[in-house]
Protein backbone atom coordinates (compact mmCIF):
# COMPACT_ATOMS: atom_id res chain seq x y z
CA UNK A 1 0.00 0.00 0.00
CA UNK A 2 1.70 3.50 -0.88
CA UNK A 3 1.26 6.55 1.33
CA UNK A 4 -1.51 7.49 -0.69
CA UNK A 5 -3.47 4.78 -0.43
CA UNK A 6 -3.70 4.14 3.62
CA UNK A 7 -5.70 5.83 5.69
CA UNK A 8 -5.57 6.12 9.52
CA UNK A 9 -8.04 4.53 11.13
CA UNK A 10 -8.25 5.45 15.37
CA UNK A 11 -11.31 4.05 17.95
CA UNK A 12 -13.99 5.42 18.65
CA UNK A 13 -14.04 7.73 21.84
CA UNK A 14 -10.59 7.50 22.62
CA UNK A 15 -9.35 8.02 19.04
CA UNK A 16 -6.19 5.89 19.73
CA UNK A 17 -4.56 4.91 16.60
CA UNK A 18 -6.15 1.11 15.72
CA UNK A 19 -4.23 0.88 12.21
CA UNK A 20 -3.72 2.20 8.59
CA UNK A 21 -6.43 1.04 6.13
CA UNK A 22 -6.85 1.09 2.27
CA UNK A 23 -8.75 4.08 1.02
CA UNK A 24 -11.39 1.72 -0.19
CA UNK A 25 -11.59 0.34 3.05
CA UNK A 26 -11.88 3.48 4.66
CA UNK A 27 -14.77 4.91 2.04
CA UNK A 28 -16.25 1.77 2.84
CA UNK A 29 -16.40 2.21 6.57
CA UNK A 30 -17.70 5.83 6.11
CA UNK A 31 -20.60 5.15 3.59
CA UNK A 32 -21.70 2.07 6.03
CA UNK A 33 -22.14 4.34 8.90
CA UNK A 34 -19.25 3.03 11.09
CA UNK A 35 -16.47 5.55 10.76
CA UNK A 36 -17.09 9.13 10.43
CA UNK A 37 -13.97 11.18 8.99
CA UNK A 38 -11.88 13.19 11.08
CA UNK A 39 -9.15 14.68 8.42
CA UNK A 40 -9.46 14.62 4.81
CA UNK A 41 -6.24 14.44 2.31
CA UNK A 42 -6.16 16.48 -0.78
CA UNK A 43 -6.73 14.22 -2.86
CA UNK A 44 -10.38 12.79 -4.54
CA UNK A 45 -11.71 9.03 -5.99
CA UNK A 46 -13.93 9.78 -8.93
CA UNK A 47 -17.09 7.43 -10.05
CA UNK A 48 -19.00 7.28 -12.56
CA UNK A 49 -21.44 9.46 -10.52
CA UNK A 50 -19.81 10.66 -7.71
CA UNK A 51 -16.47 12.59 -6.43
CA UNK A 52 -15.25 11.09 -2.87
CA UNK A 53 -12.27 13.15 -1.09
CA UNK A 54 -10.25 11.21 0.28
CA UNK A 55 -9.79 10.83 4.00
CA UNK A 56 -6.48 10.89 5.83
CA UNK A 57 -7.67 9.95 9.33
CA UNK A 58 -11.23 8.01 10.41
CA UNK A 59 -11.93 7.26 13.46
CA UNK A 60 -14.70 4.48 14.40
CA UNK A 61 -18.25 5.54 15.87
CA UNK A 62 -18.25 3.20 18.14
CA UNK A 63 -15.37 2.48 20.78
CA UNK A 64 -13.84 -1.27 20.11
CA UNK A 65 -12.34 -3.00 23.44
CA UNK A 66 -8.51 -3.52 22.14
CA UNK A 67 -6.72 -5.66 24.18
CA UNK A 68 -3.52 -3.77 25.48
CA UNK A 69 -0.92 -3.83 22.73
CA UNK A 70 3.15 -3.87 24.12
CA UNK A 71 5.09 -1.62 22.33
CA UNK A 72 7.93 -3.55 20.90
CA UNK A 73 11.19 -2.27 22.42
CA UNK A 74 14.31 -1.65 19.73
CA UNK A 75 17.32 0.38 19.20
CA UNK A 76 15.34 1.96 16.23
CA UNK A 77 12.50 2.31 18.13
CA UNK A 78 13.95 4.27 21.18
CA UNK A 79 15.17 6.98 18.11
CA UNK A 80 11.61 7.00 16.83
CA UNK A 81 10.08 7.37 20.21
CA UNK A 82 12.36 10.06 21.00
CA UNK A 83 12.08 11.86 17.56
CA UNK A 84 16.07 11.68 17.17
CA UNK A 85 16.92 14.34 19.77
CA UNK A 86 19.40 13.78 22.47
CA UNK A 87 18.18 13.08 25.93
CA UNK A 88 20.73 15.26 27.36
CA UNK A 89 21.61 18.40 25.08
CA UNK A 90 18.63 18.29 23.21
CA UNK A 91 19.98 18.37 19.54
CA UNK A 92 18.16 16.83 16.70
CA UNK A 93 19.03 15.96 13.33
CA UNK A 94 19.56 19.42 11.29
CA UNK A 95 21.26 21.15 14.22
CA UNK A 96 24.75 21.96 14.64
CA UNK A 97 26.93 19.66 16.58
CA UNK A 98 30.43 20.15 16.75
CA UNK A 99 30.59 22.39 13.73
CA UNK A 100 28.93 20.04 11.31
CA UNK A 101 25.29 19.47 10.58
CA UNK A 102 23.83 16.87 12.76
CA UNK A 103 22.04 13.53 10.92
CA UNK A 104 19.84 10.54 12.33
CA UNK A 105 22.86 8.45 11.78
CA UNK A 106 24.82 11.25 14.45
CA UNK A 107 22.27 9.60 16.98
CA UNK A 108 23.00 6.69 19.28
CA UNK A 109 20.81 4.27 21.85
CA UNK A 110 22.08 5.77 25.65
CA UNK A 111 21.44 3.68 28.60
CA UNK A 112 20.70 5.76 31.30
CA UNK A 113 21.82 3.16 34.11
CA UNK A 114 24.39 1.50 31.75
CA UNK A 115 24.35 -2.31 30.99
CA UNK A 116 28.01 -2.55 32.82
CA UNK A 117 26.11 -1.73 35.69
CA UNK A 118 22.84 -3.77 35.29
CA UNK A 119 20.87 -1.40 33.14
CA UNK A 120 18.62 -3.22 30.38
CA UNK A 121 17.01 -2.54 26.81
CA UNK A 122 13.70 -1.33 28.41
CA UNK A 123 12.05 1.70 27.14
CA UNK A 124 12.53 3.43 30.81
CA UNK A 125 16.37 2.73 30.61
CA UNK A 126 17.18 3.65 27.24
CA UNK A 127 16.93 7.29 25.19
CA UNK A 128 18.26 9.07 21.53
CA UNK A 129 21.82 10.70 22.88
CA UNK A 130 23.72 12.18 20.54
CA UNK A 131 27.28 10.79 19.89
CA UNK A 132 29.12 13.54 21.78
CA UNK A 133 26.62 13.16 25.25
CA UNK A 134 26.86 9.64 24.49
CA UNK A 135 30.80 9.60 24.77
CA UNK A 136 31.00 12.24 27.87
CA UNK A 137 28.41 10.02 29.92
CA UNK A 138 30.55 6.78 29.07
CA UNK A 139 29.74 3.75 31.60
CA UNK A 140 27.90 6.40 34.11
CA UNK A 141 24.68 7.52 35.27
CA UNK A 142 23.62 11.01 34.27
CA UNK A 143 24.23 12.81 37.64
CA UNK A 144 27.86 11.31 38.18
CA UNK A 145 28.98 12.78 34.29
CA UNK A 146 26.77 16.03 35.91
CA UNK A 147 24.19 15.74 33.11
CA UNK A 148 20.62 15.61 33.56
CA UNK A 149 17.65 14.26 31.45
CA UNK A 150 15.40 17.08 29.18
CA UNK A 151 12.43 14.42 30.27
CA UNK A 152 11.91 11.00 31.51
CA UNK A 153 12.00 7.75 29.23
CA UNK A 154 8.27 6.13 29.15
CA UNK A 155 7.29 2.94 27.25
CA UNK A 156 5.08 4.43 24.38
CA UNK A 157 1.65 3.61 24.83
CA UNK A 158 0.75 2.13 21.75
CA UNK A 159 2.56 0.26 19.48
CA UNK A 160 3.00 3.51 16.98
CA UNK A 161 6.00 1.72 15.13
CA UNK A 162 3.68 -0.75 13.65
CA UNK A 163 1.77 2.20 12.12
CA UNK A 164 5.18 3.63 11.15
CA UNK A 165 4.94 7.29 11.95
CA UNK A 166 7.80 7.93 10.34
CA UNK A 167 6.37 7.23 6.51
CA UNK A 168 3.06 8.52 7.41
CA UNK A 169 1.24 11.76 6.59
CA UNK A 170 1.63 14.83 8.83
CA UNK A 171 -2.03 14.84 9.84
CA UNK A 172 -1.24 11.74 11.34
CA UNK A 173 1.39 12.79 13.64
CA UNK A 174 -1.11 14.69 16.40
CA UNK A 175 -2.93 11.72 16.55
CA UNK A 176 -0.20 8.87 17.12
CA UNK A 177 2.34 11.10 19.51
CA UNK A 178 3.16 8.86 22.60
CA UNK A 179 4.53 11.75 25.40
Not at 72 to 94: F, M, N
Not at 147 to 166: A, C, D, F, H, S
Request: aromatic letters at 8%.
Amino acid sequence: MSVEGRVLLLNGSTWEPLCIVSVPRAINLVISGKAVVIENSERFLQSVRSRFQVPSVIALRRFVNVPHRKAQWSRRAVLVRDKYICIYCGVKPGDVLQGKIASKQDMTIDHIVPRSRGGKDVWTNTACACYVCNRRKGGRLPGEAGMKLLWEPKRPRTNYLVIEIGNGPDTWKKYIETT
